[in-house]
C-alpha cells in the first residue's frame, strides 16, 4: 500500500472556505481543524489540506506544489488558464462585471473607451476590451475595488458580483457581465500517477454527493 495523500488547497478565509469543507465532510472526508493550523490531515482519506490565499492558488498548483483546489473559475480564468479544469461544484456563483456609477447615462462598451478601470482582475478585464476594440486606462487595486469610482480614481470598475449588495451600497450599476463564475475543482497539470488514483476516487465521492444535491 502506498502510503501517498493527495494535496488539496481551500481558501484560507472567504467566501469558499466554508462551502469546501461542507463539501468534503459530505464525501465522507474528516478534517481536524485547528483554526489556526495552515495544514491538516484527513483521519479517514488520503488528503492533506492547505489553508492558502485564493490569488496564490493557481501558482500552487502550476509548480505542483498542491495536486488540487477548490476555487472560483473566475481566479483560474484571471491567473490559471494553464491549469486542468474538473467538477465545477456547484456553490459560490458569482460574476464578474464592469459597473459604472448610477448617475451615468451607459450606452455600451464603446463608453468605456478611454476611461479609467479599477479592478482586480486586470487579464479578465484586458482580454474583454481587446475583443471589443476598446482602450482603457487600467488600475489594480487588491480590495475595496467599488470604493474608487466615489473617490475619484476611476470611472468604472470591474469585480465580482454577487448579490450585489456592495455595487448597491457604493451607487453603482452593473453594465457588463464579462463572466458567470461557481466553485470548481482545480488540478495541477504536475499531478503524479498515483495521486491521480486518489483524486479519482475523491472525485467519484464530490460526484455522488452532487448528484444528491440536485
Ligand atoms: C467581494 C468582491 C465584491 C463583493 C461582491 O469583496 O470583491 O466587492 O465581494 O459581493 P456582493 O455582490 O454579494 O456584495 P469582499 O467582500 O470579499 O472584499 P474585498 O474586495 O475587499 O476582498
Ligand atoms: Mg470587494
Known sequence: MSNQKLRIAIQKSGRLNEDSLKILK????SID????????????FPLEV??????????YLRDGVVDIAILGENVLVEKGED?????????????VSMAVPKSVKYNGIQ????????TSYPNTVNAFLKENGIQ??????????EIAPNIGLADAICDIVSSGST????????????LKSEA??????????ERQVILEKLQFRLKSVLNART
Not at 491549469?83 to 460574476?95: M, T
Not at 475543482?185 to 500517477?193: D, Y
Open 184 to 193: 470548481i475543482l482545480a488540478i495541477s497539470p504536475k499531478i503524479t500517477e
Open 111 to 118: 463608453d468605456l473607451d478611454g476611461k479609467k478601470i479599477a
Open 50 to 59: 492547505l489553508y492558502l490565499r485564493n490569488g496564490d492558488i493557481p501558482q
Open 33 to 44: 481543524n485547528g483554526k489556526e493550523q495552515l495544514k491538516a490531515v484527513s483521519r479517514n
Open 83 to 95: 491549469i486542468i479544469r474538473g467538477e465545477k461544484l456547484g456553490f459560490s456563483k458569482c460574476r
Open 26 to 29: 459530505e464525501a465522507g472526508i
Open 167 to 178: 455595487l448597491f451600497k457604493n451607487n453603482l450599476k452593473e453594465v457588463e457581465v464579462m
Open 136 to 145: 482603457a486606462d487600467l488600475h489594480i487595486i487588491n480590495g475595496s475595488v
